[in-house]
C-alpha cells in the first residue's frame, strides 16, 4: 500500500481553523469581561459623584443658611466649637454626619479656619469627606472660601475597613 501525501491535510487544516476560532472565540469574551467592568466602574464613579456633589451641597448650606463657619478673626478665644459645626452640617443634612468634625486654625497672614467632616449620605449606602477653607483676608482670586469634597460609593464603614472604594471629588470658591 503506497501511503497517499494528501490524507492528513484535511486534519491538519481543521485543526488550524478550530485552534483559530477558539483564538477569536477567548479575544471577545475578554473583551465583554473588560467592557463589563468597566461599565460597572462608570456606575460606582456616578455614585461616588453625587456623594460628593451631596456633601458640597451640604456643606454650601451649613455655611450659607446656617452660618456654620463664620468667624470673625483667628485668635484662640474665637475659635469655633467642632460640636456646634456637626450641630449645623447635621441639620443640614437630614442628621447624617458621622463621626466627630475637626477644626484647626493656621496662623498667618490669611488666618485660616480649616473643618473636615465625614458625611454619611443615602441612609449610609455613600459616604463622603468635606473640607472646608475659611480665610479673613481674600485671597488673590478675590474668594474667601473654599470647600472641597471628596465622595465615596460605598459606606463609611467599609472605607475605614479598608475595602475597594472608588472616589471622586469637586471643589467650589466663593
Not at 467599609?158 to 471643589?171: D, E, K, L, M
Amino acid at each position: 500500500m503506497a501511503m497517499n501525501p494528501r490524507r492528513g491535510i484535511a486534519l491538519l487544516v481543521t485543526v488550524i481553523f478550530m485552534a483559530v476560532m477558539v483564538s477569536f472565540g477567548l479575544a471577545l469574551a475578554s473583551l465583554a469581561y473588560k467592557q463589563s467592568v468597566l461599565a460597572s466602574d462608570a456606575t460606582l464613579s456616578q455614585d461616588a459623584f453625587y456623594a460628593a456633589d451631596a456633601a458640597l451641597e451640604c456643606a454650601l448650606y451649613a455655611d450659607q443658611q446656617e452660618g456654620a463657619y463664620v468667624y470673625s478673626d483667628y485668635s484662640a478665644a474665637n475659635e469655633p466649637n467642632p460640636g456646634t459645626i456637626a450641630g449645623y452640617a447635621a441639620a443640614a443634612c437630614d442628621g447624617s454626619v458621622s463621626g466627630s468634625p475637626s477644626a484647626s486654625w493656621t496662623a498667618g497672614a490669611s488666618g485660616a479656619l480649616t473643618v473636615t467632616e465625614r458625611i454619611a449620605l443615602n441612609g449610609g449606602a455613600s459616604c463622603a469627606d468635606v473640607t472646608i477653607y475659611k480665610y479673613l483676608n481674600p485671597l488673590s482670586d478675590g474668594h474667601r472660601a473654599f470647600i472641597f469634597a471628596e465622595g465615596y460609593n460605598t459606606s463609611c464603614a467599609a472605607i475605614t475597613a479598608g475595602g475597594r472604594v472608588v472616589s471622586r471629588g469637586i471643589y467650589e470658591k466663593y
